[in-house]
T-cell receptor, first 115, second 110 residues
Framework: DTEVTQTPKHLVMGMTNKKSLKCEQH?????MYWYKQKAKKPPELMFV???????INESVPSRFSPECPNSSLLNLHLHALQPEDSALYLC??????????????FGEGSRLTVL | GQNIDQPTEMTATEGAIVQINCTYQ??????LFWYQQHAGEAPTFLSY??LDGLEEKGRFSSFLSRSKGYSYLLLKELQMKDSASYLC???????????WGAGTKLIIKP
C-alpha cells in the first residue's frame, strides 16, 4: 500500500474547467513534490515544497497553481489547461531533500485527460 | 551539461541475471537512485548509492563508480514480475532535483 495518497485517480476536464488534484502523506516528510509524466518518458519535476514553502518552480505555466495548506497536504489547482497537458501527475514526498533522506515516495498518480 | 544514458530496452529470460547500465554527466554529484516503474504505475525506490562500490539488497544490487560516471543495476533470479522500466536518477548540485534517465524497459520471457 502506498503511503502517499492521491485523488482523484482519473480526471477528465475541458479546457475551460477548474479542477484540483490532491495529495496527502502522513509519514512526517518535510518535502513534497509534483511531477508530470508523459507515456514512455521519465518524470518531469514541476514544483517542490520544503517545510511548506515553495522552493522550486520549474518554469511551470501559471495554469498550474500549487498549494501546500500544511505539512501533510499538497494540492495542484488546474485552470484553462491545454490538451497537451494530458499526462500522469505524480505527487511524491521525502523525509528531507538531501542524501538518502531524499528518497522519493510516490503516490499512485492522477491520470489527467484534457479535452 | 547534464546527461543520463541507459539502454532503451532489454530482454532477459526468467531465472537469469541482467545488468542495466547507466552513465551520467552531472553538475556536481549527491548520490544516485534507481527506481522501478511498472506500466501505468508510480515509480518505486530500489537503491541509493553515494559511495563507490556495490550495494546488495536481496535479488537486486547496484554499483557506482563516481570517477567513471557509471552505475549499474544487477537483477538476479529474474521473475516475470520484474518486467518494468528501470530509471537511473543521479542527483546533481541541486539538492531538490533528481536528474532522470529515460528509463530501460526490461522484458522478461519465460
Amino acid at each position: 500500500d502506498t503511503e502517499v495518497t492521491q485523488t482523484p485517480k482519473h480526471l477528465v476536464m475541458g479546457m475551460t474547467n477548474k479542477k484540483s488534484l490532491k495529495c496527502e502523506q502522513h509519514m512526517g516528510h518535510r518535502a513534497m513534490y509534483w511531477y508530470k509524466q508523459k507515456a514512455k518518458k521519465p518524470p518531469e519535476l514541476m514544483f517542490v515544497y520544503s517545510y511548506e514553502k515553495l522552493s522550486i518552480n520549474e518554469s511551470v505555466p501559471s495554469r498550474f497553481s500549487p498549494e501546500c495548506p500544511n505539512s501533510s497536504l499538497l494540492n495542484l489547482h488546474l485552470h484553462a489547461l491545454q490538451p497537451e497537458d494530458s499526462a500522469l501527475y505524480l505527487c511524491a514526498s521525502s523525509q528531507s531533500v538531501s542524501g538518502m533522506a531524499g528518497e522519493l515516495f510516490f503516490g499512485e498518480g492522477s491520470r489527467l485527460t484534457v479535452l | 551539461g547534464q546527461n543520463i544514458d541507459q539502454p532503451t530496452e532489454m530482454t532477459a529470460t526468467e531465472g537469469a541475471i541482467v545488468q542495466i547500465n547507466c552513465t551520467y554527466q552531472t553538475s556536481g554529484f549527491n548520490g544516485l537512485f534507481w527506481y522501478q516503474q511498472h506500466a501505468g504505475e508510480a515509480p518505486t525506490f530500489l537503491s541509493y548509492n553515494v559511495l563507490d562500490g556495490l550495494e546488495e539488497k536481496g535479488r537486486f544490487s547496484s554499483f557506482l563508480s563516481r570517477s567513471k560516471g557509471y552505475s549499474y543495476l544487477l537483477l538476479k533470479e529474474l521473475q516475470m514480475k520484474d518486467s518494468a522500466s528501470y530509471l537511473c536518477a543521479p542527483k546533481g548540485d541541486s539538492n531538490y532535483q533528481l536528474i532522470w534517465g529515460a528509463g530501460t524497459k526490461l522484458i522478461i520471457k519465460p
